[in-house]
């Protein structure tokens, strides 16, 4: 059964087409939905979730109809929005408490879970407190532990690390990859920074004007341009010459040779090469491509593929 | 907040929710047992509680003294009468439900919690019924729970507790049947003033124009119209509406100087006219939440 499927989905504003015609198919895993401020990625979450009804077309979310079934599906979600949604004057564990019954959890499970999921996301003593005094880094794992509560099957998160300074955001990230990965909970993630999609998830959904750029895993977008950074203590220029004599494609930034990382038997090439020269290997190092290298520009596209 | 160390204490491993999932009524359920307790500000700061408990309490006065006048061993003295109680404390019920429904309808959409809601079990229009039962049974406790501390009161007051009991055994369902109107319709105006706008300021201040101003204008109408259709224009003020039909259900006329005796409507006229009302406000109430981007 997939995750998600949307066909012909279209959302229309009276002067903006949010979706357009969205065609997708997701299997269970960590989804990361990437696109630019405005592609879309916030209206496809709200409509499946039924926050939103769309225009046309249709979603299933869990195998249920998001449109007809949403009470029966959403017991099974949590969400945590991109926008505020704490009530200020009570306590995180009153908070969460609340929307664990909300969720269907009898009072003791929802009081249990309420505890534990706040500790999960590291929330301790301060759990007690009102939480209009909270930090955003706390309010942020308010919202997490809210969506997590009741053991959903699908978690979607909408910009988990909007508002957070760099040590949140990595906190969040962190949190939301145990989520994924430990507690075995599928994933649906949004967020604008692609190195963010890149570190988490497993698969990217890439939007853009309410259209689907790309849906690919991760691995498939990086794994097949692999690199190999090559430093030595001397001109890397005989280096360079010396391994494409061997028939390997070499590009030279500087002091560095990256060469394209197709076997292993490239690492004895390579060392024999530096011991025939007399170099001294300073630095030999496998390099992932990141995401965010790939989507930059076509420019950036060309540079990779030149090598 | 002891952000460095988090990491390390809170792996503690993650255990998968087994039990039951109650569903889409368990969540209403908890939902208005939830609004209930925050009509009175219970788990709330104290600043919350002010409010709403303050003017309970006020509301139960009137009953509170007729059970002192007992208590002190007066006979027969029956200062406060169930039919006329609601007129007394008619204020005090109007500044109970602009002080509650703002904080029941507003507080979500300032905070952004209603869509968390609407992303759980929990549809707009039970939303809207779970807030509309929440309030209407605060609203009860703060009419009927007095009528019957009232009618204990009176009782005691009697030379014989169960000889009144007797006699008056027509005041029970005439108080509840009025107190349950009277908070249904009272919620329903309320609620759907609040509905329209996240601002408690704003609301409170609409719901308390609604109630005060259709008692001034009424009457008023009543008054320099000579037509007979004049006389209908009492209905414009919810206090009028609800004396009337209080007054109908205890089977009392009203007094000479009332309003009502000089529009001489016939009873029912204000209980049909408190059903519609309390009909055409939930009508606004769902209508705004089925509309409401959350």
Redesign the interface.
């Known amino acids: 059964m997939p995750l998600v499927t949307a066909t012909q989905l279209t959302k229309r504003y009276p002067k903006v087409t949010a979706l357009d015609a969205l065609n997708l198919e997701l299997e269970p895993g960590v989804i990361g939905l990437v696109g630019p401020n405005g592609a879309g990625k916030s209206t496809l979450i709200k409509i499946l979730?039924?926050?939103l009804e769309p225009t046309s077309g249709s979603a299933t979310l869990l195998g249920f109809d998001v449109a007809r079934q949403?009470?029966?599906l959403?017991?099974f979600?949590g969400?945590m929005?991109e926008?505020?949604?704490?009530?200020?004057?009570?306590s995180a564990t009153?908070f969460v408490v609340?929307?664990a019954?909300?969720?269907?959890?009898?009072r003791a499970?929802a009081r249990e879970?309420a505890a534990?999921t706040l500790?999960?996301?590291?929330l301790?003593e301060?759990r007690y407190r009102?939480m209009r005094g909270y930090?955003t880094?706390?309010k942020q794992r308010v919202k997490l532990a809210?969506a997590l509560v009741?053991?959903p099957q699908l978690m979607l998160l909408d910009e988990p690390t909007i508002g957070l300074d760099p040590?949140?955001r990595e906190?969040m990230l962190?949190l939301v990859t145990?989520v994924g990965r430990?507690?075995?909970i599928t994933i649906i993630m949004s967020s604008h920074l692609l190195g963010e999609i890149e570190r988490v998830c497993d698969h990217l959904v890439q939007i853009e004007s309410g259209r689907l750029v790309r849906s690919a895993a991760i691995t498939a977008l990086t794994d097949r341009r692999q690199l190999l950074a090559i430093e030595v203590d001397g001109p890397a220029e005989p280096l360079a010459a010396r391994l494409r004599q061997l028939g390997l494609s070499v590009r030279e930034d500087g002091r560095v040779l990256f060469v394209e990382l197709k076997d292993e038997a490239l690492y004895d090439a390579i060392r024999d090469a530096v011991v025939d020269l007399g170099l001294g290997l300073v630095r030999l190092e496998q390099q992932r491509h990141s995401l965010e290298e790939l989507f930059r520009s076509p420019a950036a596209e060309q540079a990779v593929a030149r090598v | 907040m002891s952000e460095k160390t988090a990491g390390s204490i809170y792996d503690l491993g993650y255990r998968h929710y087994t039990g039951v999932r109650l569903g889409r009524r368990h969540a209403v359920w908890a939902l208005y047992v939830h609004r209930l307790r925050a009509s009175f500000g219970i788990g709330r700061p104290l600043s919350s509680k002010m409010f709403p408990v303050g003017l309970a309490i006020i509301a139960f006065l009137p009953a509170a003294v007729q059970l002192g006048i007992a208590a002190a061993g007066a006979e027969n003295a029956r200062v406060v009468q169930p039919e006329n109680y609601y007129r007394y404390v008619q204020i005090v019920l109007a500044l109970f439900c602009a002080a509650v429904a703002p904080e029941l309808m507003g507080r979500d959409q300032r905070s952004g919690t209603l869509a968390l809601y609407f992303s759980r079990a929990i549809g707009r229009w039970d939303y809207a019924s779970a807030n509309f039962a929440a309030l209407i049974s605060a609203m009860l406790a703060v009419t009927v729970v007095p009528q019957a501390l009232l009618f204990v009161g009176n009782a005691l007051a009697a030379s014989d507790f169960f000889q009144y009991a007797r006699d008056e055994w027509r005041q029970p369902p005439a108080a509840i049947a009025s107190g349950v109107l009277l908070s249904v319709m009272v919620a329903a105006i309320g609620l759907a003033i609040a509905s329209q706008t996240p601002r408690r300021a704003y609301s409170t201040v609409a719901i308390l124009a609604v109630f005060v101003l259709g008692s001034v204008i009424g009457p008023t109408l009543l008054n320099v119209s000579g037509h007979d259709v004049g006389r209908y224009s009492l209905l414009l003020s919810p206090f009028h509406v609800v004396d009337g039909f209080t007054l109908w259900f205890f089977g009392v006329s009203p007094d000479a100087e009332n309003q009502l005796a000089k529009a001489d409507l016939p009873g029912a006229l204000y209980a049909t006219t408190a059903v519609a009302v309390a009909i055409a406000a939930l009508g606004i109430l769902l209508w705004r939440y089925r509309r409401i981007v959350a």
Not at chain 1, 119 to 122: D, E, L, M
């Open positions: 979730l039924g926050l949403g009470p029966e959403r017991q979600v969400y929005p926008h505020d949604c704490l009530p200020l004057d009570i009153e609340h929307m019954q909300v969720s269907g959890l009898p499970a879970r534990e500790r999960h996301v590291g301790f301060e009102e930090s880094g706390m809210q009741h053991d040590g949140g906190e962190d145990r430990e507690f075995g």
